[in-house]
């Protein structure tokens, strides 16, 4: 089973083909796109197995791992949205005053148009069909391109599509970058991409050739903040599952963790319990750790751990042949160490040690915005989650202009924040998921994806009847008409 390409030179005829499809307007009526979106439902649940093969042979990706990241998220999203796409697509009255009320004036819904989705091989299903999802229920026609990395997959999408979705509407397109390239050359309405900035760089230039819009969900690294009140045995449990899900190659896993040194002796402690609680005595063994997606991936992060001056206080167990890294807890890693350069994406945790939680803030604001932090504290006051109602606010206020108060969210940006838990985030239907600054630009999920494709187009109208109050209007103007 090999990935096939697609001719480049075809490309621009399928563009064409797909604006065809949405200039006919066949993709609008809202039960067109309720039947396509049930299609894709049963896509999904007619093939679990098949796609649980699937990236398993890409990654070795354990069946749960697969249903939790892939499937069932996908899923629910779909009965979420059509739960709700009456409410969604429905024009919204905008109230006018004094001057205009003879006008009635609405937002339209309407599609953006033809869209590129260009998805990331970590989880090569949810990340190219969930912002499907959207482009479907907005009404829009779309063209998936899956990584050529999760090869296995992108095989199975190519067959499973075209039997599930309307040709005429939703094609799937195979390349890796010099065809990817050739494919954003063509006129999108909207681009949703993916994957790392680097490449999310050269979407956006290739965007502004068309001054297309974009969506980018990029990476990052996500620190975990671990307040010394925190209990180090939920923090290693919690952690160390985020972290090694998917063998680390999740955009939102915790990339590192920052705390007090008392805190990081006693993670060190709490963390080799957690790993043998989640894989047992031998990980290498369990069938539910992943690998490495492929020996390019593997020789980066292998590389790191050569140089990293930090301390490798559990794991570091390298298998080229197997593309196997056990999970890695890398103590005492200062802050200009290798590891602490980009997004690890991988299963190596490094420990940074500072001197108090201000320190962690002005860290953690030193570099670029993650996707998400992830604070842990039995303190509400010291990361601010909502058990203050806002009417008790006060605490709140003050602390913003003070570090000391120990706000983490207050104090930092990221895409996300999910306190004393990390990555179910992604899982909140309704729940806007993207970055802000270098972890991205957009959101989606839920009614967000339903947004992200859609163009809110203001109407206005004015009845003829309307003349005779409009004369003041009209030139020639007198003080006492516009009563200036
Ligand atoms: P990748 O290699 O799968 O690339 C993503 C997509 O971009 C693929 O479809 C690929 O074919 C295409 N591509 C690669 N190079 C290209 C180029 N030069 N021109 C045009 N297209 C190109 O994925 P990756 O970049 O290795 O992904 C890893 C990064 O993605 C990490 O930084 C991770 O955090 C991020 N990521 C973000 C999210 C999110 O939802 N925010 C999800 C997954 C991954």
Redesign the pocket.
């Given at each position: 089973m090999t990935l096939t390409y697609t001719v480049t030179e075809a490309m621009p005829q399928i563009v064409e083909d797909l604006r065809k499809t949405f200039r006919s307007n066949v993709t609008k009526p809202l039960s067109y796109r309720k039947a396509q979106l049930k299609q894709l439902y049963l896509l999904l649940d007619e093939n679990e197995n098949l796609i649980f093969d699937a990236v398993h042979k890409d990654g070795r990706k354990p069946r749960a791992e697969a249903w939790l990241g892939e499937t069932v998220i996908t899923k629910e999203e779909i009965v979420e949205v059509l739960k709700n796409l009456d409410n969604w697509a429905a024009s919204e009255y905008v109230k006018v005053g004094m001057g205009h009320m003879l006008n009635s004036c609405h937002v339209r819904k309407e599609p953006v148009g033809t869209v590129l989705i260009?998805?990331?091989?970590?989880?090569p299903i949810a990340?190219l069909l969930g912002p499907l999802i959207g482009a479907i229920a907005a009404g829009c026609t779309a063209i998936c391109?899956?990584?050529?990395?999760?090869s296995h997959t992108a095989v199975l999408l190519d067959e499973l599509l075209p039997k599930y979705l309307d040709q005429s509407a939703y094609r799937i397109v195979h390349?890796?970058?010099?065809e990817?390239?050739i494919l954003?050359k063509c006129k999108f309405d909207h681009i949703f991409?993916?994957?790392?900035?680097?490449?999310g760089k050269?979407?956006m230039a290739?965007a502004a050739n068309h001054l297309t819009r974009v969506t980018l969900?990029?990476?990052?690294k996500s620190p975990v903040i671990v307040g010394n009140d925190a209990d180090p045995s939920i923090v290693a449990k919690r952690v160390a599952w985020g972290k090694f899900f998917n063998c680390g190659?999740?955009?939102?896993a915790p990339d590192y963790i920052i705390c007090e040194r008392s805190m990081q002796e006693a993670l060190l402690k709490h963390l080799p319990m957690a790993l043998k609680e989640l894989y047992g005595g031998d990980v290498k063994e369990s069938p539910d750790y992943a690998r490495l997606v492929s020996s390019k991936?593997f020789d980066r992060l292998a590389n790191m751990l050569t140089q990293t001056q930090g301390r490798v206080a559990i794991g570091g167990e390298t298998d080229l042949k197997e593309l196997y890294i056990s999970p890695t807890i890398v103590a005492d890693v200062s802050k200009d160490d290798i590891l602490m350069q980009d997004?690890l994406?991988g299963p190596v945790l490094p420990i940074v040690v500072v001197d108090n939680l201000d320190d962690a803030i002005d860290y953690v604001n030193s570099k670029d915005s993650p996707?998400t932090i992830y604070p842990f504290s039995k303190n509400s006051k010291t990361i601010e989650y909502s058990e203050f109602p806002e009417s008790t606010g006060s605490i709140i206020i003050r602390a913003v202009t003070n570090t000391s108060d120990g706000l983490v969210l207050e104090n930092t940006r990221s895409?996300a924040a999910v306190t004393n838990d990390v990555i179910m985030h992604?899982s909140v239907t309704n729940l806007p998921?993207?970055?802000v600054g270098a972890?991205?630009i957009g959101s989606y999920h839920g009614k967000k994806s339903f947004d992200t494709f859609t163009h809110e187009r203001s109407t206005m109208n004015t009845p003829y009847y309307a003349e005779k109050f409009l004369e003041i209007r009209y030139p020639p103007y007198k003080e006492n008409k516009l009563k200036m």
């Open positions: 260009i998805g990331s091989w970590n989880y990340l391109k899956p990584s050529e990395i999760a390349g890796g970058p010099e990817t390239a954003l991409y993916t994957g790392s900035g680097s490449v050269s979407i290739a969900e990029l990476g990052g190659q999740t955009c939102i991936h997004e994406f996707l895409g992604f998921f993207g970055g972890s991205g």
